[in-house]
């Protein structure tokens, strides 16, 4: 049995893959990847481009937001603490990025963390 505060317990939203996994799908690969927001930048020259950087407990992955699913998944994109970005996979002189696809807010997962071990799969 696993114990309650191993690593392998914590809450990881379905199907996303650890950031240090990003080399290992081919380009343009759909993937899915999910962590706190480090970083959320909206450069004046990015023609409404927005660059998040997102953090799980193996490393960092860029995201693309392109101004159309901005504008699908706006709320999420401003207010959320934590993501799960599902999208294409891009490789660029060394630089790893998901293009945006989907965007969902994931924050009530941080909440789950805080719990004393044997409550952190009961519902609120």
Known sequence: MIPASSPARWPRPPSAIPHRWLSRPPVGARVTVAGLVMVR??????????????????????????????????????????????????????VVQIVAEVIEDISPLLDRLARPPGEANEAP
């Open 41 to 94: 930048q909206r450069p004046g020259t990015a023609k409404g481009v927005i660059f998040i950087t997102l953090e799980d407990e193996t490393g960092i992955a860029n995201v693309v937001v392109w101004r159309q699913a901005y504008e699908r998944h706006r709320r999420a994109v401003v207010a959320g603490r934590a993501l799960r970005v599902t999208g294409r996979l891009q490789r660029e002189s060394g």
